[in-house]
């Protein structure tokens, strides 16, 4: 073996461990970075229970928000985080205000604003049962929002709102103004379950519901504009309807009966309408002062020869349709059993037959 053997074995040895010593430098900084930047992602602080709102501004580059939750000590290096970025890109994030926690970890609050789930879109789930009155509704809407009671009926009876809604809304009339009406939006709020934005005011969750209710009725639109019945006195009917009967079947019977009485102009003589008047549970037990009551509503009494001067509650969309279009019979009575089954007579001696079945079967509503 010569000199330059030699040489060249030793070189080869030389870079072989320069080589290998590279490489173990190498897998150490590798492990190294890995491990800061796993670090990087880890929750500020485990132990937090406390919730901080961050305010990402319209405009705001993602690397701007980086920095500002590093400011905000909500996470740990906006440096790694950008770099991590510049990889593995996120959808842009949503301007906003969020609710982040230093227990959090950076992918979940990346994930939180690029989804948008700030104050701004978040909701609350309101529903609303058919049958019920405006006040019951203003309740269950107060219950949600910071603004109370007082503020949702002062808001919805302001001549000013009511005059803005009759411009914005085909089916809201000057009839909604008649000084003996109770509360004017009684009987245009559609029943339903609404998702409605926790930031939004009286006026964005009251129309909401307005709008869902042209909804269901612009399939109508046309029936109810070449009718001679306004849009109120079908609500006003609709609301009656919804009260005294169930079933989809015995709505539009009834609907018929009611309409057969207006046409003979006998009084409707309906309870619901009593209790609306004097503003009494239906669970409780009717006077005879409360029946006699005069005023816009009670139809028992003898103030009132058609329909009450607006609907009494929010009626469902079979009593709305059994309104519109109400079965043509010559039932001129009805009475329910309670089993709130409905049934119809035509002349006042088959009522009172009626009346004596359902009390010898066992059946009267007492």
């Known amino acids: 073996m010569n000199n330059t053997d030699l040489s060249t074995d030793h070189i080869s040895k030389i870079i072989t461990k320069i080589v290998g010593i590279i490489f173990i430098v190498f897998i150490a900084v590798v492990i190294v970075f890995s491990i800061i930047m796993g670090n990087a992602f880890l929750p500020v602080d485990n132990s937090s229970t406390e919730t901080e709102k961050f305010i990402v501004n319209k405009g705001e580059t993602i690397n701007q928000v980086i920095e500002s939750l590093e400011d905000e000590n909500l996470i740990k290096n906006a440096f790694f985080i950008k770099l991590y970025l510049k990889f593995y890109s996120i959808s842009s994030i949503q301007a906003g205000t969020y609710d982040l926690s230093k227990n959090m970890d950076t992918m979940s609050i990346l994930d939180k604003l690029s989804n948008g789930e700030c104050e701004e879109n978040e909701t609350y789930s309101i ?7 405006f006040t019951y509704y203003a309740k269950q809407i107060a219950d949600k929002y910071s603004f109370n009671y007082d503020d949702i009926i002062s808001t919805c009876s302001d001549p000013t709102y009511l005059a803005e809604l009759k411009t914005k809304y085909w089916f809201i009339t000057d009839d909604i103004e008649n000084s003996n009406i109770y509360y004017p939006l009684e009987g245009y709020i559609f029943p339903d379950t609404y998702n409605i934005k926790k930031t939004a005011t009286i006026k964005e969750v009251i129309e909401t519901m ?6 269901k009725l612009e399939p109508y639109k046309t029936d109810i504009s070449t009718s001679n019945k306004s849009v109120h006195s079908l609500l006003t009917l609709a609301s009656m309807v919804e009260l005294e009967a169930v079933s989809a079947e015995d709505r539009k019977v009834l609907a018929g ?3 057969n009485r207006l046409t003979l102009g006998m009084t409707l003589g309906s309870d619901v309408t009593t209790y609306y008047a004097v503003q009494k549970d239906m669970t409780d037990d009717l006077t005879l002062s409360d029946l006699a009551t ?4 009670n139809t028992r009494g003898t103030c009132v020869p058609g329909l009450p001067v607006g609907p009494i509650a929010s009626p469902s969309l079979s009593s709305i349709q059994a309104a519109v279009n109400p079965d043509s019979t010559d039932y001129l009575y009805f009475v329910a059993d309670k089993n709130s089954k409905l049934y119809f007579a035509k002349t006042l001696d088959e009522h009172n037959n009626n009346i004596a079945y359902l009390k010898s079967h066992d059946l009267w509503l007492s």
């Open 127 to 133: 529903t609303l049962i058919e049958g019920k009155r």
């Open 257 to 259: 009966v009611f309409t």
């Open 210 to 215: 307005l709008d869902e209710m042209e909804t």
């Open 294 to 297: 005069c005023n816009g509503y």
